[in-house]
């Protein structure tokens, strides 16, 4: 009985092994048709939590089950072509050359969906020479909102791992001022890597709790606050996302946030811009923390416009609480919108 038990196991492991090898060679011999079948079998079947779909269903009403719907559906690859290192064109030919199917962002020039391409973007020779930089569209938003130049100085005060920084430099042609920095040595070692890798020569990297760029009191043109946040709108990337929501985060993040938005805000010029972010929808991550910033400070905040992005307005009011008006200036990008992930983007003149 033992003896046949085992060998039913063996048999069971030689077959699995060769259905895996039998996967691996026809991976080397086809590889689309293996990119498209991975794809497909890719569905989330999750379940968001009831306080999650009930606050959902306040902001969005009855767009709500959109919301809920697309959260299932796995994120599409995306790339922003690293314009340091090569022109859109020449790489957008060198990928078709090699079978890849690229869709163009329609608010971010630089910005592709890999319709269809290898499954590991990060592990390809153009990854590798820092010919792109793998970015989901909603976090291209919030550089774009920046009025960027060529003589500014940037102040990133929670860099890592460089997303934005990378676009940064590369919107202002790698001329200019740029202090990244992040508060964990971690992060800082991979922001150094992805900096390097993109051949970014206009960036210094700063190891330090953002908080303490106050003492650098009216220094910047511009200041990026891409806040640590609880990561409400990353579902669709990470579904562990789903399960780890939990609201009595907020508060916490919400502190953080708003000591961050602070500092980066004294730190900028008379006159100069601030752009605050997050990759949550929570408005105690958002719409609270800027309403805190208008409270405490002389800050304007300016409409965004992107073309080719949608977008919903900032909310002035969430559970009793009652924001600034100005604050429906901010966005509220929805992965329904754009077929991205979700971000809350805002910013603020200093006077
Ligand atoms: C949302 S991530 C930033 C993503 C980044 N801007 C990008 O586009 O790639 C937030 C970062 O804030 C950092 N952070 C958290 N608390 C901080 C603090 N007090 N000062 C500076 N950075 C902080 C975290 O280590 C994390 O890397």
Same mark, same amino acid.
């Given at each position: 009985?033992?003896?046949?038990?085992?060998?039913?196991?063996?048999?069971?492991?030689?077959?699995?092994?060769?259905?895996?090898?039998?996967?691996?060679?026809?991976?080397? +011999?086809?590889? #689309? $048709?293996?990119? /498209? &079948?991975? !794809?497909? =079998?890719?569905?989330? +079947?999750?379940? #968001? $939590?009831?306080? /999650? &779909?009930? !606050?959902? =269903?306040?902001?969005?009403?009855?767009?709500?089950?959109?919301? /809920?719907?697309?959260?299932?559906?796995?994120?599409?690859?995306?790339?922003?072509?690293?314009?340091?290192?090569?022109?859109?064109?020449?790489?957008?030919?060198?990928?078709?050359?090699?079978?890849?199917?690229?869709?163009?962002?329609?608010?971010?020039?630089?910005?592709?969906?890999?319709?269809?391409?290898?499954?590991?973007?990060?592990?390809?020779?153009?990854?590798?020479?820092?010919?792109?930089?793998?970015?989901?569209?909603?976090?291209?938003?919030?550089?774009?909102?920046?009025?960027?130049?060529?003589?500014?100085?940037?102040?990133?005060?929670?860099?890592?791992?460089?997303?934005?920084?990378?676009?940064?430099?590369?919107?202002?042609?790698?001329?200019?001022?740029?202090?990244?920095?992040?508060?964990?040595?971690?992060?800082?070692?991979?922001?150094?890597?992805?900096?390097?890798?993109?051949?970014?020569?206009?960036?210094?990297?700063?190891?330090?709790?953002?908080?303490?760029?106050?003492?650098?009191?009216?220094?910047?043109?511009?200041?990026?606050?891409?806040?640590?946040?609880?990561?409400?709108?990353?579902?669709?990337?990470?579904?562990?996302?789903?399960?780890?929501?939990?609201?009595?985060?907020?508060?916490?993040?919400?502190?953080?946030?708003?000591?961050?938005?602070?500092?980066?805000?004294?730190?900028?010029?008379?006159?100069?811009?601030?752009?605050?972010?997050?990759?949550?929808?929570?408005?105690?991550?958002?719409?609270?923390?800027?309403?805190?910033?208008?409270?405490?400070?002389?800050?304007?905040?300016?409409?965004?416009?992107?073309?080719?992005?949608?977008?919903?307005?900032?909310?002035?009011?969430?559970?009793?609480?009652?924001?600034?008006?100005?604050?429906?200036?901010?966005?509220?990008?929805?992965?329904?919108?754009?077929?991205?992930?979700?971000?809350?983007?805002?910013?603020?003149?200093?006077?």
């Amino acid at each position: 009985m033992v003896h046949q038990r085992r060998s039913n196991t063996r048999n069971r492991q030689r077959s699995s092994n060769c259905s895996v090898r039998s996967r691996v060679l026809n991976a080397i +011999n086809n590889p #689309l $048709k293996i990119r /498209f &079948k991975t !794809r497909r =079998r890719m569905k989330y +079947n999750m379940e #968001l $939590k009831r306080e /999650f &779909k009930e !606050r959902s =269903r306040e902001l969005l009403g009855s767009e709500a089950e959109d919301y /809920f719907q697309i959260l299932r559906e796995p994120l599409t690859n995306a790339l922003r072509i690293n314009t340091l290192k090569i022109t859109i064109n020449a790489l957008k030919k060198r990928l078709k050359n090699k079978d890849w199917e690229l869709k163009p962002v329609p608010f971010c020039k630089q910005g592709y969906w890999v319709e269809s391409g290898p499954m590991k973007l990060g592990s390809t020779l153009e990854h590798f020479l820092g010919y792109y930089y793998i970015q989901d569209p909603a976090s291209m938003i919030p550089p774009l909102t920046m009025d960027l130049r060529e003589e500014q100085k940037v102040l990133d005060i929670a860099a890592s791992p460089g997303s934005k920084t990378g676009q940064i430099v590369s919107i202002m042609n790698d001329e200019g001022l740029i202090i990244a920095n992040d508060v964990r040595i971690d992060r800082v070692s991979i922001l150094k890597i992805n900096l390097q890798r993109i051949g970014a020569r206009s960036v210094v990297i700063t190891r330090r709790n953002g908080m303490n760029y106050k003492k650098m009191t009216g220094f910047f043109d511009r200041v990026l606050v891409d806040a640590p946040c609880s990561g409400e709108g990353v579902i669709r990337k990470n579904p562990y996302a789903a399960v780890q929501w939990n609201p009595n985060s907020f508060p916490k993040f919400s502190r953080v946030q708003k000591k961050l938005i602070k500092a980066g805000y004294q730190a900028l010029k008379p006159g100069g811009l601030l752009v605050y972010s997050t990759c949550s929808l929570a408005p105690e991550e958002n719409e609270e923390v800027i309403d805190y910033l208008l409270k405490n400070s002389d800050a304007e905040v300016e409409q965004i416009k992107i073309k080719g992005l949608k977008s919903k307005p900032g909310v002035t009011e969430w559970q009793g609480e009652k924001y600034h008006k100005e604050i429906n200036k901010c966005i509220r990008v929805y992965p329904q919108d754009n077929n991205t992930e979700g971000f809350f983007v805002c910013k603020v003149r200093k006077r």
